[in-house]
């Protein structure tokens, strides 16, 4: 069984790959996002990650992962123990949730539980919308949406927050992994993919001054 643990605590962390790879997983460790960023998803089959990262959260990390395809059971590590937190957690692809302080076996068997899920279908359904993540194919009422790469990610991430409102930096952040973007590209996108929604357009609306939000239901 092949795990990305993400956690930026060195004792923590070669504690947790000792323990995992004692009981039979094979375990790449990564010390930050960025090196949690680089691991091959295709390999992976678990990925457990501590939120609070030294360059960024591991949250973002989790979104990521899922938009690069990664559909097996993802774990949060983390000392937030805020609903709203865990909430914000679970609806955005992580699986489970386990706030430290935690007993390393408690932790072996919520991974246990985990694997024993039934797998992910790849595949995601909200109001009008259904989103095949392995074809990276959107239909709306039934009907396949021509939209870009691009404009699948925007959509699918705008989607996953339904009912947040996303700034524009946090869209060029996550959508196009850059700074380098300026707003007006993501302005231009979200009126191409509202063109392509259709009767569906209002799914996406403008929040004047902050950003955008996604509806589960049409107006």
């Known amino acids: 069984m092949r795990v990305l643990l993400?956690?930026?605590?060195?004792?923590?962390?070669?504690?947790?790959?000792?323990?995992?790879?004692?009981?039979?997983?094979?375990?790449?460790?990564?010390?930050?996002?960025?090196?949690?960023?680089?691991?091959?998803?295709?390999?992976?089959?678990?990925?457990?990650?501590?939120?609070?990262?030294?360059?960024?959260?591991?949250?973002?990390?989790?979104?990521?992962?899922?938009?690069?395809?990664?559909?097996?059971?993802?774990?949060?590590?983390?000392?937030?123990?805020?609903?709203?937190?865990?909430?914000?957690?679970?609806?955005?692809?992580?699986?489970?949730?386990?706030?430290?302080?935690?007993?390393?076996s408690e932790l072996l068997a919520r991974l246990r539980a985990?694997?024993?899920?039934?797998?992910?279908?790849?595949?995601?359904?909200?109001?009008?919308?259904?989103f095949d993540l392995l074809r990276r194919h959107v239909f709306a009422d039934g009907r396949l949406l021509e939209v870009t790469t691009r404009e699948f990610d925007l959509l699918l991430y705008l989607v996953r927050r339904s009912g947040e409102t996303v700034s524009k930096v946090e869209l060029i952040e996550n959508v196009w992994d850059s700074d380098e973007i300026v707003p007006n590209v993501v302005e231009v996108h979200v009126s191409r993919l509202r063109d392509k929604l259709g009767k569906n357009a209002s799914l996406v609306e403008t929040v004047r001054g902050a950003g955008y939000r996604a509806r589960t239901e049409v107006k």
């Open 114 to 130: 985990l694997l024993r899920r039934p797998p992910r279908l790849g595949a995601m359904d909200v109001g009008p919308l259904h």
């Open 6 to 104: 993400v956690e930026d605590d060195p004792k923590l962390g070669d504690l947790l790959a000792r323990v995992l790879s004692s009981h039979g997983y094979a375990v790449t460790l990564a010390r930050n996002a960025a090196e949690a960023r680089a691991a091959q998803t295709t390999q992976l089959e678990l990925v457990i990650v501590d939120w609070m990262l030294p360059d960024g959260d591991g949250l973002d990390v989790a979104v990521r992962l899922r938009r690069a395809g990664f559909e097996g059971p993802m774990l949060m590590l983390t000392a937030r123990d805020q609903t709203k937190d865990r909430v914000q957690a679970l609806d955005l692809g992580v699986d489970d949730y386990l706030s430290k302080p935690f007993a390393v």
